[in-house]
């Protein structure tokens, strides 16, 4: 199983993004997947995080700016990141699990990286 994320990029500060991560290699379904994000010397801090039927939470860091979705194909989702700050910098994994109704770690999965660089 792989998830593939991008969307990642440099942006100015208050602008917008989208990410979007897309799972190959299986024909399961996850029951919940999201995105975590890292800066160097911080602990993954989950950012995002979407399940079955389409319930969702998000750090309170971003609520109100970010919005998760699923995508039109099976285990695909997007972030949607409004109002970009300085402090989103970070490199943005995507992550999912084949059961359970939390993101929160362990996941069975993790995608590569995706890095996010919003200027001042």
């Known amino acids: 199983v792989q998830l593939q994320a991008c969307g990642g990029g440099l942006v100015e500060a208050g602008g917008s993004l989208r990410l979007s991560c897309a799972a190959s290699?299986?024909?399961?379904?996850?029951?919940?997947m999201g995105w975590y994000r890292q800066t160097p010397g911080k602990q993954r801090e989950l950012v995002a995080a979407?399940?079955?039927?389409?319930?969702?939470n998000y750090a309170d860091s971003v609520k109100g700016r970010f919005t998760i979705s699923r995508g039109n194909a099976k285990n695909t989702i997007n972030l949607q990141m409004n109002s970009l700050k300085p402090e989103d910098t970070a490199v943005y994994y995507c992550?999912?699990?084949?059961?359970?109704?939390?993101?929160?770690?362990?996941?069975?999965?993790w995608g590569q990286g995706t890095q996010l660089t919003v200027s001042s």
């Open positions: 979407i399940r079955s039927g389409a319930l969702t």
């Open positions: 992550a999912a699990k084949r059961y359970g109704w939390s993101l929160v770690e362990p996941v069975d999965y």
């Open positions: 290699g299986t024909i399961f379904s996850f029951n919940v």
